[in-house]
């Protein structure tokens, strides 16, 4: 399907790609661009890659597919920094988690010198590099492709086919129904979980870990993920996220409400249909 | 340590227990007292019991120990209805996640005529049934056991002993500091969940289920448990619930101004914060 894929950052989500590009045969050889030294010995150890390198330059030249796998602020400054060195009519695309402040911007940047494709892969873990890479991360997931007016058709339909051969269930979106959508499905419920974490840390500061069981545990368990990666997003998606958490705290009022005048039908609602929307999700 | 023990519920909690007991050798026999007559089979079926009936006198006239295994608002009525059946010194025990509200009054119900106890193992899943029902759903759980002033010191130190033997670790708290931390660690978790849901499928009605991922799921898999044993268990805990609620809606202002006003450095340190507690917990 492609003489060479490069892959630009190589940890959880990348490796991942390499390997499945590898196992399924997608592309002839797979580079990845990594930023320290000793990671280049590490992603081959784990063969993630064929190839590994610090050099951008020569990492992307020969690539008929560039895969960007690099937090959310990085994206775009990595766009510009690899376009004076791509051959014509190269795809790029990337596994950012927001999609308007990229693709927009990223789309101007590539104007006449390459193609670039948003995605967003929903997929990943609390686990971080490549050492928990697996070429099955993508198996049963959704990946999220965002087309503007402007995007080559021939790109795009090579970057859906692409996310279909690592077994992803792609998904078209604008760029704005993309943020809407994760804004509440993904941003929110790191927020929340976070919050909850410091509300609970409060009230009882002596040992309240030693109280905790499965129902805090699962709840909070994102809280545990990197804080820069996470606020990068928060930044990204200000305003989706902002209109997200309006929303929440009006459903949090209302549950306080009926905790408060003791409306327990009420209640009892919430938690019915909470469940029942719940239930829907596998 | 027991001839008899008599679980009354036997689901997943009282099923592990009663598997636990056997293994343990902790009584001679073991009597499972059940609701239903299918139940019966079952319960026997398992081997989570050694013997099952439907008629509590019998099941409770020669019982040493009793645990009452049954949702939190069953447990003072059922303590009512095996009084008249016990031989003296009889202990009764509960597995309630609220103790204020049962304690109290099962104490005063038992004046006399036999020795209350307050337990609540912190153990238990999203599972329910004696088919879930594990001998080791204690094991490497907190067993918090709640005594009062009126409580029978040798009581007492037979529950706590009992608790020990099926591997849980115990924890004394008055029921005030029980359920006050309980509140925190678990009731308000679990309002969060159902709010969430509810509030994530209010953005975007259109198929949000296809485009959530691992957070999702983990911050609200309690969602979908029984609306009914939950809302006996804030009904019960209403004080301690709702001021869990309030610190938590303070904590949720907080941050949605800092994400508002674009204070990148004060979400980042509450994005810092919750990863420390949570990575306090294992």
């Not at 580079?31 to 063969?47: A, D, H, M, P």
């Not at 895969?67 to 400054?77: H, Q, Y």
Request: with cysteine; charged share 25%; aromatic share 4%.
């Amino acid at each position: 399907m492609f003489e060479q894929i490069t892959i630009i950052g190589v940890g959880l989500l990348g490796g991942s790609l390499g390997k499945a590009i590898k196992e399924k045969k997608i592309a002839r050889k797979v580079v990845g661009i990594v930023r320290r030294k000793q990671s280049i010995k590490e992603v081959l150890s784990y063969k993630a890659c064929d190839e590994v390198t610090l050099n951008i330059a020569s990492g992307v030249k020969d690539a008929d597919l560039i895969i960007i796998a690099t937090p959310v602020g990085k994206i775009v400054p990595m766009v510009e920094s690899i376009l004076p060195h791509l051959k014509p009519n190269t795809i790029i695309t990337d596994v950012g988690s927001v999609k308007e402040a990229i693709v927009d911007l990223a789309q101007e940047k590539c104007q006449g010198k390459a193609l670039f494709i948003g995605s967003h892969p929903i997929a990943g873990s609390e686990k971080r590099g490549v050492n928990a890479s697996s070429a099955d991360l993508f198996k049963n997931t959704v990946c999220i492709v965002t087309p503007t007016k402007k995007s080559d058709k021939t790109a795009l339909e090579k970057v859906i086919s692409f996310w279909k051969k690592v077994n992803a269930s792609v998904e078209i979106l604008t760029v704005k129904e993309h943020d809407k959508v994760m804004a509440a499905a993904s941003h929110l419920p790191h927020l929340i979980a976070a919050t909850l974490v410091n509300s609970v840390f409060k009230q009882k500061k002596k040992k309240i870990e030693k109280f905790v069981g499965g129902g805090f545990k699962d709840t909070t368990r994102i809280a545990s993920s990197s804080s820069k990666i996470w606020l990068d997003i928060f930044q990204s998606n200000q305003k989706e996220v902002l209109a997200s958490l309006e929303i929440f705290k009006r459903e949090i009022e209302k549950t306080i409400n009926s905790l408060k005048h003791h409306k327990w039908q009420r209640l009892n609602s919430l938690l019915k249909n909470a469940k029942t929307s719940r239930d829907k999700v596998k």
